[in-house]
């Protein structure tokens, strides 16, 4: 069976934990080229696994290696479109990490490359491929919760800024804070649970009081290089409200750093017939049965889920599967994120 060869561009944090561990498990890829402006990272990651890969500290030579399948980008936020697009351009099918870019104009360039190119574009949702969300969308699709109509999501740390200082902290780089850092996640997945309904207005709020704080707590803020004496022009807590065509709502939290008794990252819908409550990858149904409340837990892998994510875009590739994400819904993804901001500075809801 030939195997697709694989570019990854960016050697940092992400790929270390997530894109590697993953592709030393799918077999239908080869990895034949690492990327990384830090050259001793792309030799790290070639020495200790992938020997045959060529090095590159510039992405556009990688490309022009026209034996390249696909490239997995796992680079700074603001680089996601402006390789992607390039990558396109270049003939090659692309998988990204999130967030899909830092602004819905980059969104869209990524979009229209791809249609152009006729290639794949897929950005990681990593959460939507956890055996358990896959075994909670098959109770959603057989009509187990009914029509949900509201709901809630967050993703709160008690004290995890990522590389402070550093992209991470810098808006010009990251987009923001940890809206655009953890929103992803978690409004991703409640949308999806929800069908993918179509945003039409949002509002919130955003806050930053814990620049001055060295603490950390959270095994999540290890991602990222801390700069000390570096730039930290971005939220640490955003709230916020959607609201979808379909009239169901979704209340929003995502902070990098609170005063609250632990870590959490959750999913909460109401659905007419059930109710969903998603914490950490476990899960629990909500219902009534003859006048009484009921619940059941939904069990299922909850490590898998870059490896499902990048064996899905696989068979994408292969023709086996219809892709679970399309590119309109990372437009509409930013558009959210980009709303609320919005929103945070005037003061006054945005419709999309």
């Known amino acids: 069976m030939a195997k697709f060869r694989v570019g990854i561009i960016g050697c940092g944090g992400i790929c270390k934990a997530a894109h590697i561990p993953a592709y030393l498990l799918e077999k239908r890829a080869e990895i034949v080229a690492v990327c990384d402006i ?9 020495k200790t696994f992938f020997r045959n890969a060529k090095t590159y500290t510039d992405y556009k030579e990688l490309l022009k290696d026209e034996s390249i399948d696909y490239v997995d980008i796992c680079t700074p936020n603001y680089l996601h479109s402006i390789i992607a697009v390039d990558a ?137 290089d801390k700069v000390e004496g570096g730039t930290f022009d971005v939220e640490d807590l955003a709230m916020g409200f959607i609201r979808f065509d379909n009239g169901a709502v979704l209340q929003i939290e995502f902070s990098w750093a609170s005063n609250i ?25 909500f219902y009534e049965v003859n006048g009484k409340q009921k619940n059941k837990k939904v069990s299922g892998r909850t490590l898998d889920g870059h490896k499902n994510n990048i064996s899905h875009f696989i068979d994408v590739l292969e023709g086996s599967a219809e892709p679970i994400f399309v590119p309109e819904q990372g437009i509409d993804m930013i558009k959210i994120l980009s709303a609320i901001y919005e929103s945070a500075k005037t003061g006054k809801e945005v419709l999309l």
């Open 88 to 224: 396109l351009n270049a003939g090659k099918n692309v998988l990204c990490e999130k967030p899909d870019a830092v602004s819905v104009e980059e969104a869209l360039k990524m979009k229209e490359a791809s249609e152009k190119n006729g290639k794949r574009l897929m950005i990681i949702r990593n959460n939507r491929y956890i055996g358990t969300s896959q075994n909670v969308r098959k109770l959603i699709d057989a009509g187990e919760f009914g029509e949900f109509y509201a709901g809630r999501c967050g993703w709160v740390r008690r004290r995890g800024i990522p590389g402070k200082g550093g992209w991470f902290t810098t808006k010009a780089m990251s987009g923001g804070g940890p809206l655009i850092d953890l929103g992803v996640h978690m409004i991703d997945l409640a949308i999806w649970f929800m069908g993918n309904p179509k945003p039409v207005s949002v509002s919130g709020n955003t806050f930053c009081k814990f620049a001055d704080c060295d603490v950390s707590d959270s095994p999540e803020s290890k991602f990222g």
């Open 38 to 46: 830090k050259p001793e990272r792309a030799e790290f990651v070639r």
């Open 261 to 285: 008794k632990k870590e959490r990252r959750f999913v909460e819908l109401r659905g007419d017939k059930a109710g969903l409550s998603w914490h950490g990858g476990k899960a629990d149904v």
